[in-house]
């Protein structure tokens, strides 16, 4: 088990409520997320959900998108039984696994992912997000909503007051604050516009970052779309 994955493992039964107290841009961050799902239209009915957690992110799929099957890939065995007592049981398929092996077989409509990836190491995001493209129907949409970098060092320490201030202001305790820069140890967050890059360099169009509030950003990319004898249709 990885050291991100044993981390928050051990914190899976506090894990939701310490989210809203965590990520003071909770309801847009993650509603944001969902928005993207629908930009382009066209039929949602499977999704995979990569370091999905208790199902926060999956149960806010399931709310907009009722008929959609989801696929939860964890590495924490602990998490994902949360995620089976939360959602339905008709609608969920859980899979115990590392984002760096091979994903579950698509295609999927979508692929999503909230505050997981940015603990890869930088090689192994960039060969996640060709495996994500590969993964996609053609037309489907790759959501990351992440923990971000700043642009500059600066930047960054501003981020990080901001939000220290921000989560007090919402009800988080000096020890929730302490034990979450803890686990930001285990991070190896990039900026918004090197992931946008790397994103595009993997086959994705259109990416751009559609939210974002300190270090929390939500970016999407599409695949392309496919032309009558199966080939895609590059912009």
Not at 40 to 56: E, I, N, Q
Request: hydrophobic share 45%; aromatic share 8%.
């Amino acid at each position: 088990m990885s050291d991100s994955v044993s981390v928050f493992a051990a914190h899976a039964a506090d894990y939701d409520a310490q989210r809203r107290r965590l990520v003071p841009s909770f309801e847009l961050f993650y509603g944001t997320a969902v928005d993207m799902l629908g930009l382009r239209g066209g039929a949602m009915l499977r999704v995979l959900d990569l370091g999905a957690g208790t199902g926060l992110l999956s149960a806010a799929v399931l709310s907009r998108y009722p008929q959609a099957e989801l696929v939860l890939l964890d590495g924490a065995a602990e998490m994902l039984r949360h995620a089976e007592e939360r959602l339905p049981a008709a609608s969920i398929t859980t899979v115990t696994g590392d984002l760096r092996e091979e994903l579950p077989a698509g295609p999927f409509d979508a692929i999503v992912s909230a505050l997981a990836i940015h603990h890869l190491e930088h090689p192994d995001k960039r060969d996640l997000f060709a495996r994500i493209h590969d993964g996609l129907r053609p037309g489907g949409v790759f959501v990351n909503a992440e923990h971000v970098a700043g642009p500059t060092p600066w930047l960054d320490g501003v981020y990080r007051a901001t939000w220290r201030e921000a989560c007090g202001a919402v009800g988080a305790t000096a020890r929730e604050l302490a034990d979450a820069e803890g686990r930001m140890e285990t991070d190896r967050s990039i900026d918004v516009a090197t992931q946008l890059q790397w994103m595009g360099a993997a086959g994705l169009q259109d990416c751009d970052c559609f939210f974002k509030h300190l270090h929390f950003a939500v970016l999407a990319g599409w695949r392309a779309q496919a032309w009558p004898d199966g080939s895609e249709l590059r912009g």
